[in-house]
C-alpha cells in the first residue's frame, strides 16, 4: 500500500515538471523576456550550476532541497533519480556548459518574477539540456532535462 502512495507522489511530480516545461516552452517560444531587476544574472547562472553539479554527482535529494516547498513536496529523490540516471548512463561524464541563456518571466496573474537559465551540457557520450528555473527567493521552481 505504500508503495501505491509513492507511485502517485511521483506522477504528482512528473506532472508538476511537465507544467514546468509548458512554462519555459512558452517563454522560450515568445523569444524569453528581460530578466527582472529583482535578479542578478550571475547569481542565476551560479544557482542554475549549483543544481547541475548535484545532477552530475546524481544527488537529487539536493535538488529537491535548493526547491520551493511545491517541489520540495511534488516528487521524492527516488522519483528524481528513476527520470534522471538514464540520461547519465546514455550520455556519460559530464565535460562542460557550452552554452547558457538566461532568461526571465513574469506570472501575470501575481506580478511574481521568475529567472531561469537554458544551458547545454556536454557529456563524454552526448548532451544534455538543462531548463532551470527559480523564484525571486531563488528557490528552484524548475528543473528539466531532455
Known sequence: MGKN???????????LLTVCLAWMLVLAGCGGSKLSDKFEEEAV???AMEA?????????QSIIDL????????????????????YLDKCGEFKE?????VLG???Q????????????GKYESGQIQFT?????QMELVQFIIK
Open 5 to 15: 502512495k509513492m507511485g502517485q507522489r511521483e506522477k504528482k511530480g512528473i506532472i
Open 45 to 47: 547562472k551560479e544557482k
Open 52 to 60: 547541475v553539479g548535484y545532477f552530475n554527482e546524481r544527488d537529487y
Open 67 to 86: 526547491g520551493n516547498e511545491e517541489m520540495r513536496n511534488g516528487i521524492t529523490a527516488e522519483g528524481f533519480r528513476a527520470a534522471s540516471d538514464p
Open 97 to 101: 556548459i557550452s552554452k547558457a541563456v
Open 105 to 107: 518571466s513574469t506570472d
Open 109 to 120: 496573474k501575481t506580478g511574481e518574477s521568475f529567472g531561469g537559465v537554458v544551458m547545454v
Open 132 to 136: 532551470i528555473a527559480f523564484n525571486e
